[in-house]
């Protein structure tokens, strides 16, 4: 059901009495086939094609619009200094943003680090609601970003603090500016589903591509990047709130008279707090996300170390300003988490007082202590890399019977990858638009099939077809493996409590940890090419199937279970005959959100022998190539969109990311 027709009540025409049965409308589409007839038409069909027909895109139906792009990038460069659009309006967009995260590092630096930590350990204090409630969460906040000093990051902390802190504030604000507008209004909330669709599939690095174009290198590009990629979480949350609130409550306010400003102030938005504040959690997550992403660009910080020890294969640097990164999330996660479960209750005149002066004389002191003392911190650069180095020494060749990594990446590329990308270049492209039609319809709608089919076809009108096949085909793979495991390991976590409380706090760290950390192991251990890039994908989007098939398969009443189990059906059976159907959307939902991390990935694995199109964005990025970088970025897109169809069937609805 849309959220446009939620709240409207169903009227029974077929039982209500006195009423006439209402003749039925006959749809003017037609049955959705059953599964067998479609599987057997695709099955002599497909075959058959490939063998009557050759593959690839006919270039009749290509449209190349890459002159086009490189002639428009060509004049911004020639103009962005002397055109009145670049001198009167973005030019002062990039002085604003630079201006102010300059300032809030200079802030953070001149109250120093003691003044840092008692003021973010007071505010985690205060959130949580003073007294012992908030003890938890100061003491997070303490350890956090004192863990960050002892790791030798403190001046690169403040400046990924910096960037975070005015993105966060910015996307918030626009972010809950467009969640009032559809929340409140259906127009636009259904123009807004589609945006916000398309910006979970684009790549991170798409979104740089024409701001560094504009901006150039350099701070304007990475915050304005990381805004609009951390915006959309506050924009769904709060559209949920607002539509989630009490008819009841709104009724009764309507009915004292409240004007539809004061129903919003005084009911809506207050029903509204705990979706608002996960809204900005999820935000805020977002943004630690971009933040190696936005290093390539020039903004600094810890971001800037995780991408230099990609460059030097450095596990050991990288992963300290890994951990670094989630000591921050960990930090603004509970603190955030503790002010929306505080639920509104005020604190009280005496605790606030408490907490301004001990804010207060945190910044004195800070001011007079300066930076971190160097004698005080830890290197765990080096046995990191020491134990890297022996797992590599011991699982890379000449491991007995299994041959080790090199082995299992060369035997995956000679008979997984070679054979799936040469199976999908010989089949002609009608026939691969056909397969993805049945598959839609098959899973989905004919909506779906519809534009899951125009998502598929866009790639060959943009010239890219071969290389979209050549990166469908790492998808897929990386996708089944992320899927097999994922689901296995969902099944042991749902029926078995420890494992679940055991993997947890596992996964909290890996999904809060940049994409780029995967990559450095995975290449020391499989050598650059396609195989390191499906690694890394599939390990990056492991932790959200596994936490959504979990959820799914325990969302399955106990009484049905036990029903099976007292007519004798195995463990296995339970399993497969009752929990899989039940859980069947969960598991669609864990599909679509590994199909979409995976895809995250893509282009980051570009950088490590991916090739086709993620190595197309990076190189348009650090080339200066707009319009193979733009090209390529909108060919992710459709894949994206193409596959998303295949594995979410129900209707969009403005809600927030399950992976996050």
Known sequence: MSTATAGRPRVDTENSPGRAEAPRRRSRWPARPSVPVLLLVLALLLPTAALLADGGWPQALRVDLLPGLDSFADWVVDNRETHPFFLYFLLHLANAATDSVAWVHDLLTSVGWAGVLTVATTLAWYAGGAGRKGAGPA???????AGCGLLGLWEQTTETLALMLVAVAVAAVLGLLLGLAAGLSDTAQRLLRPLLDTMQVLPSFAYLLPLVLIFGIGTPSALITTVIYAAPPMVRMTALGLRGADPA?????????????QRLWTARLPMARPQLFLGLNQTIMMALSMVVIASVVGAGGLGESVYQALKTRDFGQGLTAGLAIVLIAVWLDRTTAAAGARGGVPVGRRDTGIALVAAGLGLLAGSSLGKWPETVTVNIAAPLNTAVDWLVDSVYQDVPVLGGTSAWAGN?????LNPLNDGLQALPWWSLLLLTAALACLVGTWRGALTAVLALTCTGVLGIWDKSLYT?????VAVALTLVLGFAIGILAARVRPVERLLRPVFDAMQTLPQ????IPVVQLFNAGRVAAIT???VYALPAVVRVTTQGLKQVS??????????GATTWQQIRDVQWPLARPALLVAANQGVVLVLAVVVIGGLVGGGALGFDVVKGLTAGELGTGLIAGAGIVCLGVALDKLTQPADRTLTTDPRH
Not at 249 to 261: D, F, N, Q, Y
Not at 472 to 476: F, G, I, W
Not at 516 to 519: M, P, S, V
């Open 516 to 519: 780029f950390i995967y990559l």
């Open 472 to 476: 469908l085909s790492q998808v897929l």
């Open 536 to 538: 890394a994908a599939a």
């Open 139 to 145: 003491l997070v906040a303490l350890g956090s970003l």
């Open 558 to 567: 106990p009484d049905t279970l036990e029903v099976s189990r007292s007519l």
């Open 249 to 261: 409550v709104l009724e009764a306010s309507r009915s004292l008279g409240a004007t539809p400003w």
């Open 412 to 416: 995956v590329t000679t008979w997984v």
